[in-house]
Structures are given as structure tokens and as C-alpha cells.
């Protein structure tokens, strides 16, 4: 398994998730994943630009090109892991690094498969925006319906075909019409609530299985802020702590795991680092971790 660094925040509306990184791997990341069995090598951080020194750019979709850039670095080494037969995990920084992570596995095995599990779609497009904030995009970006500003010449848009997303409780007008046009599953809370986690995630990954790859995007909001309080943009109504332990061990059981990121863990919201430990047990739980 390659670590990967990925603390951007520009994509975000609020200051702190660039802190994300450090603060998952001082709850003791590296650690735990040796301690289930893996072998594990920390390959540093991207270089990220900070707002202060960046130009904003179209303010329909904020610092749009230094987010691309990042997200090109990030694809780079996500790429050059799934190469030597390594997982990549990426540690966030917002959502937006997504569109890095699945480049970066698209380039090295052609367009796959998301399970995207967030409260959130992140469907939006620059035009449906109501913020501009890019960590609202990136699944749209990624299924290649975001449009012409979002293509790279560092991976294939789109890189994924195929989207299972879980967990969702809060989703903008253009995101609603954008799914109907999609080749997505998604999983609303009344659904989870309806036929249980097990349900709902077993047809989630039936549906993303055969993909030339199958990544795993876990944004910490997801869960209820009860028990991640550090993310941006918290809503409650979330995976419990339990649901979302049993969510990634479907996910490990089921054996499809081929990359993943965790993003938006922002400690300067959080509670004497609760969210990025919860980081680490959900990362340990899919990768294998069980309770018995």
C-alpha cells in the first residue's frame, strides 16, 4: 500500500482540511494498517498551493486550475503505485484530490468504478454551483459531465463509468436532474434506513463489480457529526459509527477494493482528533480489520 498526501484545500469553503493529512497519520494510520497485515509505505505529500498566493479564477468554479494541477500530481503517483501492483491511499485534503485519484487509476487501467460515500453528491457542474466551491464536483468531473475546464492532458476524462453512491442526505436541484442522465446508483439515508447498510451496500457493489478497477472515496461528512464533528460541511442524519465500521467491511469482504481516498477531515472543526482516528479505524475496517 502507498500513502499519498493530498492536503489541498482550495476546493473547500472553509480553511483546514490541508491539515487533514498530518492529522489522520498522527492518529497512528501507518500503524494500524501493519498491524491487520499489510505492508505500507508513506510516499510523502503533493505540493499544494494555498489561497492566499492563488488567483481564484472563473467564480463559478474556484481556483479551477491550480485544483487541476494538484489533482495531476496526485494522478502521477496514484498511477505509478497501481503500476508496481500497490493500493493507493490518499489522504485528503477536500474532495476535489478524487479527481486525482481516479485519473490516476483510470491512466494506469482504463475508466472504472466509484463507490462515492458521502453525504453529498457532488454532482454539481460550474453552472449548477451555488457556491463555485470545486469539492462540489469532482463525481461529476470524474464521470466526464462537468465539462471541457475539467479535462486533463495527464489522465482520460472521464475516468469512471460506473458510480454507486452511499450515504447521500443532501443533494442541490441540478444534482437531482444531473442523476437522472447518469449510469449511477445512489443510496439516500431513507434507503439505508429502509433495508440496512448490508442491503443497500452489497447491491452498491454488485452494481460497480467487473469495472477495470474499483475505487473507494470516503469523505469523513458521511458519517454524523456526532461522531466526525471535524468536517466542513457536516449534516446531520449520518452513518452511525457502527453503520459506517459495517459499510467498509462489506466493502473488504467483498474483495473489489482497488484504491481509496479520505477526504475532508478538517481538524481546526474537529474534537481532540476524533474525526481523523474514526479515518483510520473506517480505513483499517475496509482494509481487513475485523472485530473478531
Given at each position: 500500500m502507498a500513502i499519498i498526501g493530498a492536503g489541498l484545500d482550495l476546493?473547500?469553503?472553509?480553511?483546514?482540511?490541508?491539515?487533514?493529512?498530518s492529522a489522520i497519520r498522527y492518529a497512528g494510520l501507518e500503524a494500524r494498517i501493519r498491524a491487520?497485515?499489510?505492508?505500507v509505505a508513506d510516499w510523502g505529500d503533493i505540493r499544494s498551493p494555498v489561497p492566499e498566493a492563488t488567483d481564484v479564477g472563473d467564480p463559478t468554479a474556484r481556483y479551477l486550475v491550480p485544483i487541476m494541477q494538484a489533482c495531476e500530481r496526485v494522478a502521477g503517483l496514484v498511477g505509478e503505485a497501481a503500476d508496481q501492483g500497490l493500493v493507493p491511499?490518499?489522504?485528503?485534503?477536500?474532495?476535489s484530490i478524487a479527481m486525482g485519484t481516479l485519473g490516476g487509476m483510470a491512466r494506469a487501467r482504463g475508466a472504472g468504478a466509484v463507490l462515492w460515500i458521502d453525504a453529498h453528491g457532488d454532482l454539481n457542474r460550474p453552472g449548477t454551483s451555488p457556491s463555485g466551491n470545486v469539492h462540489g464536483m469532482p463525481l461529476?468531473?470524474?464521470?466526464?459531465?462537468?465539462?471541457?475546464a475539467f479535462d486533463s492532458e495527464e489522465f482520460p476524462t472521464p475516468s469512471v463509468t460506473r458510480a454507486a453512491l452511499f450515504g447521500i442526505r443532501s443533494l442541490d436541484p441540478g444534482e437531482r436532474a444531473l442523476i437522472h442522465e447518469l449510469d449511477a446508483k445512489v443510496f439516500t439515508m431513507s434507503e439505508i434506513d429502509r433495508l440496512g447498510v448490508e442491503k443497500v451496500m452489497t447491491e452498491a457493489l454488485e452494481f460497480l463489480a467487473g469495472a477495470p478497477f474499483v475505487h473507494v472515496s470516503l469523505d469523513l461528512d458521511a458519517v454524523d457529526p456526532m461522531f466526525a464533528p471535524g468536517v466542513g460541511t457536516p449534516v446531520r442524519g449520518g452513518l452511525s459509527y457502527r453503520e459506517a465500521h459495517l459499510a467498509l467491511e462489506l466493502v473488504s469482504e467483498a474483495g473489489l477494493l482497488d484504491s481509496l481516498d479520505v477526504v475532508e477531515v478538517n481538524p481546526v472543526l474537529d474534537?481532540?482528533?476524533?474525526?481523523?482516528?474514526?479515518a483510520v479505524e473506517l480505513v483499517a475496517s475496509a482494509l481487513g480489520a475485523r472485530i473478531l
Open positions: 476546493g473547500a469553503g472553509r480553511r483546514g482540511v490541508d491539515m487533514g493529512p491487520i497485515g499489510h505492508e491511499l490518499v489522504l485528503g485534503g477536500d474532495h461529476a468531473a470524474a464521470l466526464g459531465v462537468a465539462g471541457d474534537r481532540e482528533n476524533q474525526t481523523a482516528e474514526l
